[in-house]
């Protein structure tokens, strides 16, 4: 029977995701409200994991978690959020009602698939107080979508040259991409500062001779080079991260 329950009021790209996922081997049900997801939850007690927009007629994403969280206290729905309207006060939102993944639209049905297994291995199949545990592991990586969120969202209503030093944007990216166990190359890491190459390659050396991250030939293709976060760069950034998510009220994993 279907574990996953798939809320989107958008016919196309509910259809469109719905068939990805069959094609990957992950049968889903389908709802295109608040309402409709309620009551197929209600219906189908095998379902254990919920992708939602978060922009629903009615009732909102957020308020259907909310309602959904109330309802199924013993034994919790694994919730992954998909929009395209990733504010940061949203985002947060979701922080708080403990979703395990936060995806911005476009996305594909791989990674949809992706975010359903990770949550499948955290949450499926465990007691309840595992499943608390494992959403609060995947916390760490969900509050560095929500910093990837709020950047986006100052760069779309301030002026961009504004902030225009990228060293922040840069170890922001590095620690997500440990958070999610992707490698990220010199060319990468520059490009995802929105800065010039040669002002983004030169802010790499500072932050090298800083300490705070080192370049290594990439083990899998050595023409290139990968960057990463050294020992002393990672306890800064974990030691940040530990101070927003305390004043959130979350619990440090």
């Known amino acids: 029977m279907p574990r996953v329950l798939l809320v989107d009021d958008d016919v196309d790209g509910l259809t469109e995701l719905h068939e990805g996922l069959e ?11 608040a309402a409709e997801a309620l009551d197929l ?8 994991v919920i992708v939602t927009d978060l922009q629903l007629p009615r009732i909102d994403g957020i308020e259907l978690l909310q309602k959904l969280a109330t309802r199924r206290r013993s034994l919790p729905l694994a919730a992954i959020v ?5 504010s940061l006060d949203r985002a947060v939102s979701a922080l708080r009602l403990r979703v395990l993944d936060f995806l911005q ?28 545990a494992g959403v609060e592991i995947i916390n760490t990586a969900l ?7 709020a950047q986006v969202d100052r760069t779309a209503i301030f002026e961009t040259d ?28 520059c490009i995802a500062s929105g800065a010039p190459t040669t002002t983004a390659l030169r802010r790499i050396d500072d932050l090298v001779t800083a300490g705070l991250v080192e370049r290594e030939p990439d083990q ?22 530990r101070r927003q998510l305390e004043r959130l009220g979350q619990k440090p994993d």
């Open 105 to 132: 639209k476009p996305v594909t049905a791989d990674e949809v698939a992706s975010a359903i297994a990770r949550a499948f291995a955290l949450v499926g199949g465990a007691p309840t107080q595992a499943r608390t």
């Open 23 to 33: 094609m990957l081997g992950i049968p889903a049900l389908t709802a295109m409200s």
């Open 220 to 241: 899998q293709d050595r023409r290139r080079t990968v960057v990463k976060l050294t020992t002393h760069g990672r306890e800064r950034m974990e030691a940040f991260l």
């Open 82 to 86: 998909v929009t395209g309207h990733a």
């Open 162 to 189: 504004l902030f225009g030093d990228p060293a922040w944007e840069m170890l922001l990216d590095l620690f997500m991409s440990e958070a999610y166990h992707r490698p990220i190359s010199v060319t990468s890491l």
């Open 143 to 149: 509050y560095l979508r929500v910093l990837v969120a």
């Open 41 to 48: 939850v209600e219906k189908h007690g095998s379902l254990e």
